[in-house]
């Protein structure tokens, strides 16, 4: 299901035990366009500390109720390290959290989750404490603290959108889809630059890139293109039609199409075979 990212602000992040907090912001990964971590604010409780929480964790969402579910005791939760979030999460600080988890690393294989398509973490196949660090975290996983890939939605939201032939609009939000915790869209309003603009979607493979530095979001398309562009109206679910439209407008591929199970009871059969 896809789903607006302002839609996880503010709910209640509930573990195995009791609440934990709300969500406070939405990390995501720049290179692949995944949800990597929930900033969760746990309120009283723990001093007002905030923890990053990773979608291995989470059994499911509730969009009803506006809970999100983990599979976590709030005793785990209370021994997970410590974040600063007013600078951006390190790998060091990734490692140092998976590593609490015990959770496998998504970065060094070939799909959105490392080995997998989808957050998928079967704590049956983990060993019993001590916990060996899992595959691929470790001294070599560690990138230099300047190679930051990991940002805040909150912190993107505003930015320009910079087409091939100039400005055309800014950042407006963030549309993901809730099994792979995918970043699918970008929500792009244009009223701001164009006269009788609107907001339209703009898929997050065809963002050519983001500078930080510049605050600003950089596609190959034109700016008459995204003019032109079917309009997107968030009072309305999204539905395959609406993709379907949308890439044909821009004669692009759907990521729908690509090789691989298309939901994640598909991934979950495939895998059990």
Known sequence: ???????????????????????????FDDEAWAVRYLVVKTGHWLNERRVLISPYSIKHTDPGSNVVHLSLTQQAVKDSPGIDTHRPVSR????????????????????????????????????PDPAPVPPQIGPQAVRSPDDVHLRSTDEVTGYRLDAVDGGIGHVSGFIYDDEAWAIRYLCIDTRSL???????????????????????????????????????????????SYEVALHEFYGKQGYWSQAGPASLSEYVQSTAT
């Open 92 to 127: 060091q600080n990734e490692v140092e959290c998976l590593r609490h988890y015990n959770y496998p690393a998504y970065w060094g294989g070939p799909n959105l989750w490392g080995m997998g398509a989808y957050p998928r973490f079967d704590p049956a196949d983990v060993a």
């Open 1 to 27: 299901m896809l789903r607006s990212i302002k839609d996880l602000h503010g709910c209640t992040v509930s573990a195995i035990d009791g609440d934990i907090g709300t969500v406070d912001q939405v990390y």
């Open 194 to 240: 164009l006269h009788g603009g609107k907001e339209i979607l703009l898929a997050a493979h065809w963002i050519a890139g983001v500078d930080w530095l510049a605050k600003t979001v950089t596609t190959e398309l034109t700016r008459d293109s995204i003019r032109r562009s079917p309009v997107y109206d968030d009072s309305v679910p999204i539905h395959r």
